[in-house]
């Protein structure tokens, strides 16, 4: 007996894909994951719609894996868009338009390995210094900017989680500061403890703008005035994109200072649960692949060869 399945190619099931499109994306909490799934899910369907390829099944998810790969994507591109495949599969077999045992095959559908670890992008503890002092630290946007970095370098945020961060969330415990309860990615809650520099580049910036409650970061007009409530993660983008620019710094992004906090943490001496307690990771395993921590750079083992020249 065939596998039972359905073909999302007529008309009259457009508006249950757009359904079911939206009960994927409804279960996703991280707007930037939201956008890549979204983005997946146009993607295949797109192509599927292109031709008459049959029936939605395992075998049409495992066609579609196939032509990724030979468009040379990531195998983390790839994997996002068949993992956005396999969740459409899922709310189809409970809307009742694709058999339980269909969606399960496509479920089966192994992503692309990655070889090897990336290594990232990440500053010395010189240039992070540098960085700091990079805003001008006289002005009313060079504060709020310094406590900006201050979050990325020394409590590891994710830009946004800077964005949304609440004044009352920082909070002290067991006598030093911290920010409490931060909800991060999927979901996950930790506390985050807070060095004494950075505590001191908030309050000056919170003294400067005369900042009791609310969201910590606030936008800033042309003329260096306050000019609303809160800041999207994309301001938070720019904001770092533009002091790296002015030091030369080429390709450094937000979370290459969450990276920058993780190494410097582990080079310190920081523990490794520590340091996942820290950046909210689900998994050590995570945690040592943002690290490297596999493969030392400074002392590299290839430095000692013995060869001469």
Same mark, same amino acid.
């Given at each position: 007996?065939?596998?039972?399945?359905?073909?999302?190619?007529?008309?009259?099931?457009?508006?249950?894909?757009?359904?079911?499109?939206?009960?994927?994306?409804?279960?996703?909490?991280?707007?930037?994951?939201?956008?890549?799934?979204?983005?997946?899910?146009?993607?295949?369907?797109?192509?599927?719609?292109?031709?008459?390829?049959?029936?939605?099944?395992?075998?049409?998810?495992?066609?579609?894996?196939?032509?990724?790969?030979?468009?040379?994507?990531?195998?983390?591109?790839?994997?996002?868009?068949?993992?956005?495949?396999?969740?459409?599969?899922?709310?189809?077999?409970?809307?009742?338009? &694709? !058999?339980?045992?269909?969606?399960?095959?496509?479920?089966? %559908? +192994?992503?692309?390995? =990655?070889? /090897?670890?990336?290594? @990232?992008?990440?500053?010395?503890?010189?240039?992070?210094?540098?960085?700091?002092?990079?805003?001008?630290?006289?002005?009313?946007?060079?504060?709020?900017?310094?406590?900006?970095?201050?979050?990325?370098?020394?409590?590891?945020?994710?830009?946004?989680?800077?964005?949304?961060?609440?004044?009352?969330?920082?909070?002290?415990?067991?006598?030093?500061?911290?920010?409490?309860?931060?909800?991060?990615?999927?979901?996950?809650?930790?506390?985050?403890?807070?060095?004494?520099?950075?505590?001191?580049?908030?309050?000056?910036? &919170? !003294?400067?703008?005369?900042?009791?409650?609310?969201?910590? %970061? +606030?936008?800033?007009? =042309?003329? /260096?005035?306050?000019? @609303?409530?809160?800041?999207?993660?994309?301001?938070?983008?720019?904001?770092?994109?533009?002091?790296?620019?002015?030091?030369?710094?080429?390709?450094?992004?937000?979370?290459?200072?969450?990276?920058?906090?993780?190494?410097?943490?582990?080079?310190?001496?920081?523990?490794?649960?520590?340091?996942?307690?820290?950046?909210?990771?689900?998994?050590?395993?995570?945690?040592?692949?943002?690290?490297?921590?596999?493969?030392?750079?400074?002392?590299?083992?290839?430095?000692?060869?013995?060869?001469?020249?």
């Amino acid at each position: 007996m065939s596998e039972p399945a359905v073909s999302l190619v007529p008309a009259h099931a457009a508006s249950d894909l757009d359904r079911l499109k939206r009960l994927v994306l409804a279960g996703i909490s991280s707007p930037n994951s939201r956008r890549a799934y979204g983005k997946a899910l146009e993607d295949f369907l797109g192509w599927y719609r292109v031709e008459p390829r049959g029936p939605f099944s395992k075998l049409i998810v495992q066609e579609y894996r196939t032509r990724l790969e030979q468009q040379s994507l990531a195998p983390s591109t790839i994997n996002i868009r068949l993992t956005a495949v396999r969740r459409l599969a899922t709310e189809a077999a409970d809307a009742g338009f &694709l !058999a339980p045992e269909t969606a399960a095959g496509i479920s089966k %559908v +192994r992503g692309t390995r =990655k070889l /090897g670890v990336r290594t @990232g992008n990440w500053l010395t503890k010189e240039q992070a210094s540098e960085l700091l002092r990079a805003p001008n630290a006289e002005t009313l946007k060079g504060k709020r900017d310094r406590a900006i970095l201050g979050l990325l370098v020394g409590c590891g945020l994710r830009r946004s989680e800077i964005a949304s961060l609440d004044i009352a969330a920082i909070q002290q415990r067991e006598a030093r500061w911290v920010i409490a309860d931060l909800i991060g990615k999927g979901k996950r809650v930790r506390t985050v403890p807070v060095p004494a520099w950075t505590k001191m580049l908030i309050d000056q910036w &919170l !003294a400067a703008g005369e900042i009791n409650e609310g969201k910590l %970061v +606030r936008p800033i007009d =042309k003329k /260096g005035r306050l000019a @609303g409530d809160s800041v999207t993660p994309k301001v938070i983008w720019w904001i770092v994109l533009g002091y790296a620019h002015q030091l030369g710094l080429a390709n450094l992004a937000p979370h290459d200072l969450r990276r920058t906090c993780a190494k410097l943490c582990r080079a310190s001496g920081g523990e490794l649960e520590q340091i996942q307690l820290l950046l909210g990771h689900a998994s050590i395993q995570t945690t040592e692949q943002y690290l490297g921590t596999r493969q030392n750079l400074v002392e590299a083992v290839n430095d000692r060869l013995g060869l001469e020249l």
